[in-house]
């Protein structure tokens, strides 16, 4: 097949529009409510009714009407008390925080904004976070015992500008107790559940929140939105799981005997999410579990993974589980914040089983992505950043796109001097692309584009050589893979001492590319580049049917390995029919133009003349062109 035009679209119009995965707005699929329900199922009216749903876990139950909490007069009432707090912004780059009133009795309290974190020993009294980011808007969690009641709360501040930014109380537990371990069907007959607020914490163990805390077995949620609420899970010492609809979702699988699919349809949210492990539908997928026609456009911040859809998901190992995330999307922003940051438009993090793959099919995401890291020169850090998933081993990803801005940084604090010797045993690296951050073991990814701007910066001393960058406008870092009919027309950007970026992979081994092309611009500034239109880093390699069009630069102050196609590459290369007409800048030891760092024979380089830099191996290299 012959190569596209460079005009945009894909090389085989396989994909369809944009508009045809959801509307944004309302359900995916339009639900007629019913009120023809069977004698099996309770009609719910009002909160008491939904908190009722806990006295028969098993049970079956509708929605007969819209709930608002704020109008809502059934008399529910979870306790709680209230918790005073004032939180400022002081010159400086200050925060301050004062949670209670002198005389009360604070303890088990954890305070994250950002990187950033504190613990507020003494009620009524200011606890300082200092060299706070500035002109940013960030997520406060924060979680603690007052007066022996256990709190949570999650707080958006606008770090831009000095002065207060809240100053009064909130409800320690939020207006509606989590409904746990449900494994019924629960259908919201196309109503929604308004204002509604989960805030759960532990000193100890794990916690999830959300209208369900955890939903198991063969449990249905479906045709339900949840509308400007907010769910926080906090703990001292353990996980903590946030969604809109539930905060784990575990179906078990023992000896491979299974109750039937775990599933979530036709569902969205609009509100704020925030925990360890947060999902704008479920914090923590267990097993296996299926999620179709959903969408989130509330604000996802975790502290670990996040995602649109799914935080954090892993299958049995071994067993014939899978998680199956189909028709869904996303427009919130989603962030997560850690010195190991998981963050994805769909999913956070996932991991599955070896003989039975997950499959993200038909997905996309509008929202910013973005994961960060910043931490002292002797600890490693990653961000795994990806416009649909931030990190994937064993997940086939079909039909998806990305036109939100994805952003993956790690930045090593307390040095000012770069002559300090650093142990090489540190590793910070960030793993971003359009599609995935980083994905292993043979996955496919096909008919998936990118269109949102793809960033990923590693800011280390010049001397931490493993101060990675791994950046692709599809995807950041991935072995084996098979990448098909996809393409990138965002704009690729990476620094770090060491940059592997391309317009389709940052960096691979052994991949198969095949009818993919790149119209965005490749750069990378630093040290020790690889960068190119297509692959920046390869081991072995075949191409077919590619081609790019972007400009590559690379503006390096040492190692430059930069081509229109592939930066730098070692092993068996198969290249067909494809090309680069994009123009090629380069600053370093190393630079060429359509081929970069090429180590194989130099006398095969010479029948195609292609220029190239590159030591003699073993390689077998045809390329043909059009």
């Given at each position: 097949m012959a190569v596209g035009g460079g005009d945009?679209?894909?090389?085989?119009?396989?994909?369809?529009?944009?508009?045809?995965?959801?509307?944004?707005?309302?359900?995916?699929?339009?639900?007629?409510?019913?009120?023809?329900?069977?004698?099996?199922?309770?009609?719910?009216?009002?909160?008491?009714?939904?908190?009722?749903?806990?006295?028969?876990?098993?049970?079956?139950?509708?929605?007969?009407?819209?709930?608002?909490?704020?109008?809502?007069?059934?008399?529910?009432?979870?306790?709680?008390?209230?918790?005073?707090?004032?939180?400022?912004?002081?010159?400086?780059?200050?925060?301050?925080?004062?949670?209670?009133?002198?005389?009360?009795?604070l303890a088990d309290t954890r305070i994250l904004f950002g990187s950033l974190n504190a613990s507020a020993l003494t009620a009524g009294i200011a606890e300082t976070i200092s060299d706070i980011p500035t002109t940013v808007i960030q997520t406060l969690v924060m979680g603690g015992i007052l007066n022996s009641e256990p709190f949570a709360?999650?707080?958006?501040?606008?770090?831009?500008?000095?002065?207060?930014?809240?100053?009064?109380?909130?409800d320690s537990n939020g207006n509606f107790d989590p409904i746990g371990a449900f494994t019924g069907i629960f259908d919201g007959n196309g109503y929604t559940i308004n204002g509604m607020h989960t805030a759960v914490y532990s000193s100890s163990g794990?916690?999830?929140?959300?209208?369900?805390?955890?939903?198991?077995?063969?449990?249905?949620?479906?045709?339900?939105?949840?509308?400007?609420?907010?769910?926080?899970?906090?703990?001292?010492?353990?996980?903590?799981?946030?969604?809109?609809?539930?905060?784990?979702?575990?179906?078990?699988?023992?000896?491979?005997?299974?109750?039937?699919?775990?599933?979530?349809?036709?569902?969205?949210?609009?509100?704020?999410?925030?925990?360890?492990?947060?999902?704008?539908?479920?914090?923590?997928g267990f097993g296996s579990l299926t999620i179709t026609n959903c969408y989130n456009t509330g604000l996802v911040t975790a502290y670990a993974y996040a995602g649109g859809i799914v935080g954090y998901a892993i299958s049995h190992t071994g067993f014939s589980d899978a998680m199956t995330i189909a028709d869904c999307y996303n427009t919130g922003s989603v962030t997560a914040i850690n010195r190991y940051a998981y963050v994805g438009g769909i999913v956070g993090y996932t991991i599955n089983s070896l003989t039975n793959p997950s499959s993200i099919i038909n997905c996309n995401n509008a929202g910013t992505v973005t994961g960060s890291a910043?931490?002292?020169?002797?600890?490693?850090?990653?961000?795994?950043?990806?416009?649909?998933?931030?990190?994937?081993?064993?997940?086939?990803?079909?039909?998806?796109?990305?036109?939100?801005?994805?952003?993956?940084?790690?930045?090593?604090?307390?040095?000012?001097?770069?002559?300090?010797?650093?142990?090489?045993?540190?590793?910070?690296?960030?793993?971003?692309?359009?599609?995935?951050?980083?994905?292993h073991d043979n996955d496919p990814i096909t008919n998936c584009y990118n269109t949102g701007s793809i960033?990923?910066?590693?800011?280390?001393p010049k001397n931490a050589i493993y101060a990675q960058a791994y950046v692709g406008g599809i995807v950041g870092d991935t072995s084996s893979p098979t990448i098909t009919n996809c393409y990138n027309t965002g704009s690729v950007t990476a620094s770090g001492n060491a940059v592997y970026t391309g317009g389709i992979v940052g960096c691979t081994f052994y991949p198969t590319i095949t009818n993919c092309y790149n119209t965005g611009s490749v750069t990378a500034y630093g040290s020790?580049?690889?960068?190119?239109?297509?692959?920046?880093?390869?081991?072995?390699?075949?191409?077919?049917?590619?081609?790019?069009?972007?400009?590559?630069?690379?503006?390096?102050?040492?190692?430059?390995?930069?081509?229109?196609?592939?930066?730098?590459?070692?092993?068996?290369?198969?290249?067909?029919?494809?090309?680069?007409?994009?123009s090629v800048t380069a600053s370093g030891s190393?630079?060429?133009?359509?081929?970069?760092?090429?180590?194989?024979?130099?006398?095969?380089?010479?029948?195609?003349?292609?220029?190239?830099?590159?030591?003699?191996?073993?390689?077998?290299?045809?390329?043909?062109?059009?």
């Open positions: 945009g679209g894909l090389l085989e119009n396989t994909l369809g529009s944009e508009s045809s995965i959801g509307s944004h707005g309302g359900f995916i699929v339009p639900v007629t409510p019913r009120t023809d329900f069977d004698a099996s199922y309770t009609p719910i009216y009002n909160v008491q009714d939904l908190s009722n749903i806990r006295n028969d876990l098993s049970g079956n139950y509708y929605l007969a009407n819209n709930i608002d909490f704020s109008t809502d007069s059934s008399g529910y009432d979870n306790g709680g008390i209230d918790v005073p707090l004032k939180v400022e912004v002081k010159e400086g780059n200050i925060l301050e925080i004062t949670i209670g009133t002198i005389g009360d009795t709360f999650s707080l958006e501040v606008d770090t831009s500008s000095v002065g207060l930014k809240f100053n009064g109380s909130f794990d916690v999830s929140s959300g209208l369900f805390s955890w939903v198991e077995e063969s449990a249905q949620i479906k045709n339900l939105g949840v509308l400007n609420g907010s769910s926080v899970a906090a703990s001292y010492t353990g996980a903590a799981y946030a969604g809109s609809i539930a905060g784990s979702a575990h179906r078990v699988n023992l000896d491979d005997v299974a109750f039937g699919s775990l599933i979530i349809t036709n569902c969205y949210n609009t509100g704020s999410v925030a925990g360890s492990a947060a999902g704008g539908i479920v914090g923590n910043v931490v002292d020169v002797s600890i490693s850090a990653e961000a795994h950043v990806g416009g649909i998933v931030g990190y994937t081993i064993r997940t086939t990803i079909t039909n998806c796109y990305n036109t939100g801005s994805i952003t993956g940084s790690v930045t090593v604090t307390s040095v000012v001097d770069v002559s300090i010797v650093v142990d090489v045993s540190t590793i910070t690296r960030a793993y971003v692309g359009g599609i995935v951050g980083c994905l960033t990923g910066l590693v800011t280390a020790l580049l690889h960068v190119g239109g297509i692959v920046g880093y390869t081991v072995t390699l075949t191409i077919t049917n590619c081609y790019n069009t972007g400009s590559v630069t690379a503006s390096g102050d040492y190692s430059s390995h930069v081509g229109g196609l592939v930066g730098r590459a070692t092993g068996t290369l198969t290249i067909i029919d494809s090309e680069s007409t994009g190393k630079t060429s133009g359509s081929m970069g760092d090429l180590n194989i024979d130099p006398r095969v380089l010479a029948i195609i003349a292609i220029v190239a830099i590159g030591g003699i191996g073993a390689a077998v290299f045809l390329m043909r062109r059009r």
